[in-house]
């Protein structure tokens, strides 16, 4: 267990589906974050929340809609997805904004998901 | 363009000896590195983090270099073992870019053959 926990853990959607992705941490984080890992890419980050407010929106398509409620809980939803956006979600968190850069994230394991 | 370029998809080691990873970057202004690893199903773990004031930073079986002339950095480890494949990613970070932004290489998988 890394403390960092996401459901699900595979997920298969249709386009026209809604869903959403869950992230969980109790390790008093201030800091969350989504990451995206395609086939063959590098991992891309989609979005930061530091103290509960969105800090970064590194130009993501709108049919992805983070919410951060609090401090330990974070949600990726999603809606009308493309094939394309098959992957690997990570979740991570950090201490502040600052370790997280330079002393790295606690990664969950991620969700794998699967738009047909 | 990628700024963070690990240029062996794979690389594989006998076990004892010494597992040598690559990675390169564009960025003269990232000012940390780091090192991750990732076995299947599960999320990267933080492995180890070099600072661009220093060239080199060990923790057990680990030494991270960093070249900012060469604007390269690796990971050494050893000696080897089994329990030491897994992918590895390099990351950086202060690039100018966003808050929180680690920049990170496509990987590389290390196989440690007994």
């Known amino acids: 267990e890394t403390g960092v926990t996401q459901t699900p853990r595979h997920l298969v959607m249709g386009m026209t589906n809604k869903k959403s992705l869950k992230c969980e941490q109790h390790?008093?984080?201030?800091?969350m974050y989504w990451y995206k890992q395609s086939a063959k890419k590098p991992l891309e980050l989609m979005f930061v929340y530091s103290l509960e407010e969105r800090v970064e929106n590194n130009s993501v398509p709108s049919r992805f809609s983070p919410e951060c409620p609090n401090s330990s809980h974070l949600f990726l939803h999603l809606h009308t997805l493309q094939p394309e956006d098959s992957a690997l979600y990570l979740c991570?968190?950090?201490?502040?904004?600052?370790?997280?850069?330079?002393?790295?994230?606690?990664f969950g394991s991620g969700t794998r998901l699967t738009v047909v | 363009d990628q700024q963070v370029k690990q240029n062996s998809p794979s690389l594989s080691v006998q076990e004892g000896r010494i597992s040598i990873l690559n990675c390169d970057y564009t960025n003269s202004m990232f000012d940390y590195f780091l090192w991750y690893k990732k076995y299947p199903a599960e999320g990267p773990t933080f492995l180890i983090s070099?600072?661009?004031?220093?060239d080199k930073n060990e923790d057990g079986r680990f030494t991270v270099f960093l070249n900012k002339s060469a604007k390269h950095l690796s990971l050494h480890i050893v000696p080897s073992q089994p329990g030491d494949s897994a992918v590895y990613f390099c990351a950086a970070s202060g690039g100018g870019g966003s808050q929180g932004n680690l920049i990170f290489g496509k990987g590389t998988k290390l196989s440690v053959k007994p």
């Open positions: 390790l008093g984080h201030n800091a």
């Open positions: 070099i600072s661009s004031i220093k």
């Open positions: 991570a968190s950090s201490q502040d904004l600052g370790t997280g850069i330079n002393y790295g994230y606690t």
